[in-house]
């Protein structure tokens, strides 16, 4: 078992709007080639995948992999000021969702294609969150009996293909019914990173300091 956590509980701030999401989306957009930023959906598997490692990930660790998904450097002039003010936003407020164990409300998007699946929906989400698992691989290191059911809820919406070496995981996605309605599987998302903040971030009976 992973030590009981004891990193305090981030400050309550407002969530982020619709506003704020429409500035994030123009702040991703106006930065220049050849830098491949992570889409709104991406950041916030992300930052999911982050905040669920067992210690806390120092900004200045995961941050670059925002403007950048190879933390290539943002060039000289170009201002990511208010980009980084709203996805710290973000992080404190799913911080807080998930060390409190309280729903929160992912950054997934209803597709306009009539023919997409729950899965198409959620896949920018889950793309985003394991990114942050191969870049930060603590987590996967903890009790595999317990991962195994939250990670297939969330890895199942994957190219199997992309699974290798996980037979287990395999294993326990083909034996869940798949989400019927973009709803159910958003709903999987969230229930998923909380069994994982489980893991490992225990919550503590002891007083916090």
């Not at 294993?171 to 599987?185: C, H, K, M, V």
């Amino acid at each position: 078992m992973p030590p009981t956590t004891t990193r305090p509980v981030p400050a309550a701030a407002a969530p982020l709007g619709e506003a704020d999401l429409q500035a994030l989306q123009a702040a991703i957009d106006r930065l220049p080639a050849p830098l491949e930023p992570l889409e709104p959906d991406m950041i916030d598997g992300y930052l999911c995948g982050v905040l669920l490692q067992p210690e806390p990930v120092p900004v200045e660790r995961w941050w670059p992999h925002v403007p950048d998904a190879d933390a290539r450097p943002v060039p000289r002039g170009v201002d990511v000021v208010r980009l980084r003010t709203l996805v710290l936003r973000r992080h404190a407020e799913l911080d807080r969702a998930i060390a409190q164990r309280q729903w929160f409300d992912p950054w997934v998007f209803e597709l306009d294609d009539p023919q997409a699946t729950p899965s198409d929906a959620v896949y920018g989400w889950v793309a985003g969150f394991a990114t942050a698992l191969s870049l930060f691989p603590a987590l996967q290191r903890l009790d595999a009996a317990r991962l195994t059911e939250p990670l297939a809820l969330i890895y199942r919406h994957l190219d199997p293909e992309d699974l290798e070496d996980a037979d287990e995981l395999l294993e326990e996605i083909e034996s869940i019914e798949p989400p019927r309605t973009l709803a159910e599987a958003v709903e999987e998302l969230v229930r998923a990173t909380l069994l994982l903040a489980d893991v490992s971030r225990p919550r503590s009976t002891a007083p916090r300091r």
